[in-house]
């Protein structure tokens, strides 16, 4: 359930991030008992959210126009945090648009500056985290060389949540350690600042696939100070070892970890963190499939959610019902349920969710054997998927380009004020014509010689914009796990794919047809659950090489999506097709595949088809459809025991009354001998020992 934990993962990193609160903007002697007010119920926040954010509000409803400044906005920005946590989200987001008003009516940079990065997280929380990212960047251009710690603490906080969410997680880590660097500027509240920044590099390094440097991560926390034992940050550090023991396989210290959480979230009065941790317990008992455990606790995540108002939540709330009602036989109630959620997500524009959750959804149907709607799902998030790459492609680019646009003119506001001050010095001093013709050519040199290095330095950023628009496009038709090219780059160059006279196509190729070998790993999923996901990312990797190795320089090898792997043969001959489909077998599940501290044998279901097909025009039978065809001959020897590939060789009968059954019920095509099929049975099982 990896891409849905996402989502409560999102609502965590809102959750804490948002509520690092600092009290050091500059104040007079009349305000030192309101900030040591303000300080003490931030700190009794940390053991009793419930009583803090009373006691706050409090203060608040005390406070006029007459209050300083610096004091209210002070007020508001820990308040913020307090709303949050008490699962009160409407209240949260009012404060945030109250704290912007406030200071920028008061002209306060530093507010400004921290009600938007706020707003960020808000983009974020709503699935937009390429909004996000622009927006913390155009910040970020515009942040004042004398811009305070805590400013910059935050804004490099939220980038890397930021570059966290869209999977950028060497950028992620990055940020996060310049955040955990600039906690020792900080004038207040240096520990439980350097204590959250360990915490968030430490979810950071799960998902990275190295849960054991996350619990290292978490002890260094831990040991750092006994603030560490505070019960919110004490909470945060639970959930971090629950993940991580999960990762790991250690159910029993995982589950531990998630209710100590649990516990003191309720404990604490802090409700939003409360929901997080029912629906990671929850999550959990999924992946390990205690389908009964998952749904009660489901529920009680559904209902506080519902209590709450809290939309984000009661989404995942139903998805994990719904997941765990199905993995108790009540499918349809459960696919009821999941597909509510996937609707509203597509409704509201957050299509990536809704691509994630469909996934889900076919993994679920393929476990139960409802083959037919596993093939039909993963139909449907294959088309949603080509629709999100073109447009999270676009507006990376914009961002780029914003990005590139705001340095821009914040250098030409630099360069038009030294103008200024040079006509400005002209016109003081005009009675000393002399020296100042003799400063205006200083100053000319020196204008010239700002502006080349001005030149310089646009030319490098805009070789930068040039690189990053190459790694845009390398990223665009390549695998990143696998190397291989991927789905995107197959669908383009088939779209130059000509059609031409089948006269002129079949002088051009001589009889011999393009192969299109479509191959699924087995059982794939029980190796990501038995032996980890890095050990499954091993296993691709692996299987990758093996493949390219096996076919020919003319040949190309795609990672079609997840555990699929496309091979497409131009000018195959049809006598050897067959050939090749068993070289590729054995040549991945023929000798033993190293994933961790394992020895596995993997092997692979294949279905295969020519193109053009049969003599049949490519205006009836595309390479489309014939994907489409051999997508089923693959799922036909799933059927039939795995480890093989099946492949249509010819039409038997007129192609006219054939094609509906191929394209329909392949089944039922070969049952009634309207097609040749051909099998080829992958390699005997080895004799592996139990572990390495």
């Known amino acids: 359930m990896v891409n849905k934990k996402l989502l409560a993962i999102v609502r965590f990193y809102v959750c804490t991030l948002v509520g690092v609160m600092l009290l050091g903007h500059s104040a007079y002697a009349n305000e030192a008992f309101e900030k040591e007010q303000i300080a003490s119920i931030l700190t009794l926040g940390d053991s009793d959210n419930t009583e803090a954010l009373k006691r706050l509000m409090a203060v608040k409803e005390q406070q006029s126009a007459a209050t300083p400044v610096q004091i209210r906005l002070q007020t508001l920005e ?97 940020y996060f350690l310049e955040a955990l660097k600039l906690t020792d500027e900080l004038p207040e509240r240096k520990v439980e600042n350097r204590i959250r920044r360990l915490d968030s590099i430490a979810k950071l390094y799960i998902n990275m696939k190295d849960p054991e440097k996350a619990l290292a ?34 159910d029993a210290k995982a589950v531990e970890a998630y209710k100590r959480a649990l ?102 149907y393929e476990k139960a054997g409802m083959y037919k709607e596993a093939l039909a799902t993963l139909r449907q998030q294959q088309s949603l998927s080509n629709e999100l790459f073109s447009a999270d492609r676009s507006k990376a680019v914009a961002g780029l380009q914003e990005q590139f646009n705001a340095k821009q003119r ?63 496009e390398f990223h665009a038709i390549r695998d990143p796990l696998t190397g291989l090219y991927n789905r995107r780059s197959f669908v383009e160059l088939m779209k130059t794919r000509s059609v031409q006279l089948e006269a002129d196509r079949r002088e051009e190729r001589e009889g011999n047809p393009d192969c299109l070998i479509l191959l699924d790993i087995d059982h794939f999923k029980h190796i990501n659950d038995t032996l980890g996901h890095a050990a499954g990312d091993a296993v691709l990797i692996q299987v990758a090489q093996r493949l390219r190795k096996v076919v020919r320089d003319t040949d190309m090898v795609l990672r ?56 049949i025009s490519e205006l009836k039978l595309d390479w489309e459809k ?12 799933k059927a039939n025991g795995r480890n093989r590939g099946y492949g249509i060789a010819k039409i038997m009968v007129d192609s006219e009354s054939a094609l509906p059954f191929l394209e329909e019920d392949l089944a039922a095509a070969v049952s009634s001998g309207m097609v040749e099929l051909i099998e080829v049975v992958g390699p005997a099982k080895l004799d592996l020992p139990v572990s390495k």
């Open 217 to 250: 991560t978490v002890d260094e926390a831990l040991e750092i100070s006994p603030l560490a034992r505070a019960p919110k940050i004490l909470a945060s550090l639970s959930l971090s070892q629950g993940i991580a023991y999960a990762n790991l396989n250690q």
């Open 263 to 364: 516990k003191i979230a309720r404990e604490a009065g802090m409700a939003t963190f409360e929901v997080i941790c029912l629906i990671d317990i929850s999550d959990h008992y999924l992946t390990t499939n205690e389908y009964k455990k998952a749904e009660e606790f489901a529920r009680l995540s559904l209902k506080r959610a519902e209590a709450l108002g809290d939309k984000g939540s009661i989404d995942i709330a139903k998805i994990n019902l719904g997941f765990s009602l199905a993995g108790q036989g009540r499918i349809a109630s459960g696919v009821e349920l999941v597909n509510g959620v996937i609707h509203d997500f597509l409704q509201s524009g957050r299509k990536t969710d809704a691509e994630s959750v469909i996934g889900e959804l076919a993994n679920m």
């Open 560 to 615: 079609w999506g997840g555990e699929e792997f496309l091979v497409y043969s131009p000018k195959s001959n049809p006598s050897q097709i067959a050939g090749l489909v068993d070289r590729v077998l054995q040549s991945v599940g023929g000798t033993s595949i190293v994933a961790g501290d394992h020895e596995v044998q993997v092997t692979m279901t294949a279905g295969f088809i020519s193109l053009p097909f049969s003599d």
């Open 410 to 472: 914040q250098k030409q506001i630099e360069l038009l004020g030294k103008e200024n001050a040079l006509k400005d010095a002209d016109i003081r001093n005009h009675s000393l014509q002399q020296v100042i013709t003799m400063l205006g050519a200083m100053v000319t040199v020196m204008v010239g010689i700002f502006i080349y290095l001005l030149y310089r330095r646009v030319q490098r950023i805009n070789q930068q914009l040039r690189e990053a628009n190459s790694q845009l």
């Open 78 to 174: 820990v308040l913020v945090s307090l709303y949050y946590d008490a699962g009160k989200i409407k209240s949260s987001e009012a404060t945030i648009n109250e704290l912007l008003a406030l200071a920028t009516a008061e002209k306060d940079v530093e507010g400004i500056g921290i009600a938007n990065i706020m707003a960020a997280y808000k983009l974020i929380e709503d699935g937009k985290p390429q909004e996000a990212l622009n927006k913390l960047n155009l910040i970020d251009s515009s942040l004042q060389p004398d811009a305070s710690a805590e400013l910059k603490m935050r804004l490099d906080s939220a980038l890397g949540t930021a570059s966290y969410v869209l999977g950028n997680f060497d950028s992620s880590l990055r």
């Open 626 to 637: 014939a994907l489409q065809i051999a997508d089923m001959a693959l799922y036909l020897g």
